[in-house]
């Protein structure tokens, strides 16, 4: 989950986390073997707290010049996710805080360099 949060700050997370299939992962389909990314990538149980992310990245808040708040805008959080249909439960509320946290320490490495 932190992985997607680091891909969204340098925008190599599809708009789709389901992504098409390559590679092995096409190739384990192939042979009805069992197969997940072991780093990367997003994995289905986790898709929905991805999609919900995407669908409320504009409250995310970047430190300004100045320093200042990196992270989710809390208080508008629950309005978007309402107004966008998702169901907001305590799993989902967790995984969203942790692609938050991706974010949050990629935009930290990114700002250290």
Known sequence: M???G???TD???AHDPDGPKRGAARDAELWGIPWREPETGVWPENAEAVR???RIQSLFRFPGAFGGTCGLEYG???DGLEMAGFEI???LWAQLQC???GAIDATIRKLSR
């Open 2 to 4: 932190k992985w997607a």
């Open 6 to 8: 680091g891909a969204w």
């Open 11 to 13: 925008g190599s997370l």
């Open 52 to 54: 919900a992310f995407l």
């Open 76 to 78: 508008g959080v629950r």
């Open 89 to 91: 439960t305590p799993e």
């Open 99 to 101: 692609v938050e946290r």
